[in-house]
Nanobody
Framework: VQLQASGGGLVQAGGSLRLSCVAS????????LGWFRQAPGKEREFVAG????????PYADSVKGRFTVSRDNAENTVYLRMNSLKPEDTAVYYC????????????????????WGQGTLVTVSS
């Protein structure tokens, strides 16, 4: 599956952005989806995930209550709505996917994801 992320940009602290990631090439509903981010000089980290069913949506503690992940299976798209952005949210954001036989399992580890998008840069100014 190929993933194409978009929606990044420059925003002031307290602002909002919505990232999108369009998938192509395989049956979208067979995939668990995740968002990760990598800040300058830091390792890539898990941000949010969404199960095949859309029922389970784990989040990193640092974004709980501010970010919302969702998927539109008809549009083969996963979204990440980011509110109350902070300067520490500045990073390149990546979408990722892995095939799964489970409708509910939602991995949070980077190594569990097979496919990656190219990343979109989010910069939050103070």
């Amino acid at each position: 599956v190929q993933l194409q992320a978009s929606g990044g940009g420059l925003v002031q602290a307290g602002g909002s952005l919505r990232l999108s990631c369009v998938a192509s090439g395989r049956t979208f509903t067979n995939y668990v989806l995740g968002w990760f981010r990598q800040a300058p000089g830091k390792e890539r980290e898990f941000v949010a995930g969404i199960s095949r069913s859309g029922t389970y949506t784990p989040y990193a503690d640092s974004v709980k209550g501010r970010f919302t992940v969702s998927r539109d299976n008809a549009e083969n798209t996963v979204y990440l709505r980011m509110n109350s952005l902070k300067p520490e949210d500045t990073a390149v954001y990546y979408c990722a996917a892995r095939g799964s036989s489970s409708r509910y399992s939602t991995p949070t580890a980077l190594y569990e994801y097979e496919y990656w998008g190219q990343g979109t840069l989010v910069t939050v100014s103070s």
